[in-house]
């Protein structure tokens, strides 16, 4: 995995880490899906989509969150604007408990002021996680 792209999912776990909605959100493009087992949501408007990643953030506060980290399983370049790649991802928990899930990521690059570009998901599929909650969240 590239450098760029690994301090790309370095920012986005810290900012699960920090079970801080906003800063994940800022990780996606609008808009985005994000797919599991029981749903896929598109979220064609950044309110729903800090709607979802809050709701999401509050299940893991209410588990015992401690900690998140990853794994690389996956990386596939695929040009110079896109690049899939899928991660094992283990959450600490103060129970003892870990949740371990897998998750493939679509990044898009995208262009942004003054001629740079920056990485944001373009969508999600959570292919192995089954959260312990009734609540309708996209991971």
Same mark, same amino acid.
């Given at each position: ?23 994940? !959100?800022?990780?996606?493009? @609008? ?34 969150? @401690?900690?998140?980290?990853? !794994? ?30 897998? !998750? !493939? ?35």
């Amino acid at each position: 995995m590239p450098a760029e792209i690994r301090a790309f999912f370095d920012s986005y776990r810290d900012a699960f880490n920090r079970l801080d909605g906003r800063a994940v !959100t800022a990780h996606y493009q @609008v808009p985005s899906m994000i797919s599991n087992h029981a749903s896929a949501g598109l979220f064609q408007d950044i309110d729903a989509l800090l709607a979802n990643n809050d709701a999401l953030c509050r299940i893991y506060r209410e588990g015992g969150f @401690v900690a998140a980290r990853y !794994t690389e399983n996956i990386a596939l370049e695929q040009g110079e604007h896109f690049y899939l790649a899928d991660l094992a991802w283990t959450i600490e928990t103060n129970s003892g408990a870990p949740q371990q899930f897998n !998750t !493939t990521y679509q990044l898009v690059r995208r262009a942004i002021a003054g001629g740079a570009s920056e990485w944001k998901i373009e969508h999600v599929t959570a292919y192995s996680e089954v959260l312990r909650t009734s609540a309708k969240v996209h991971q």
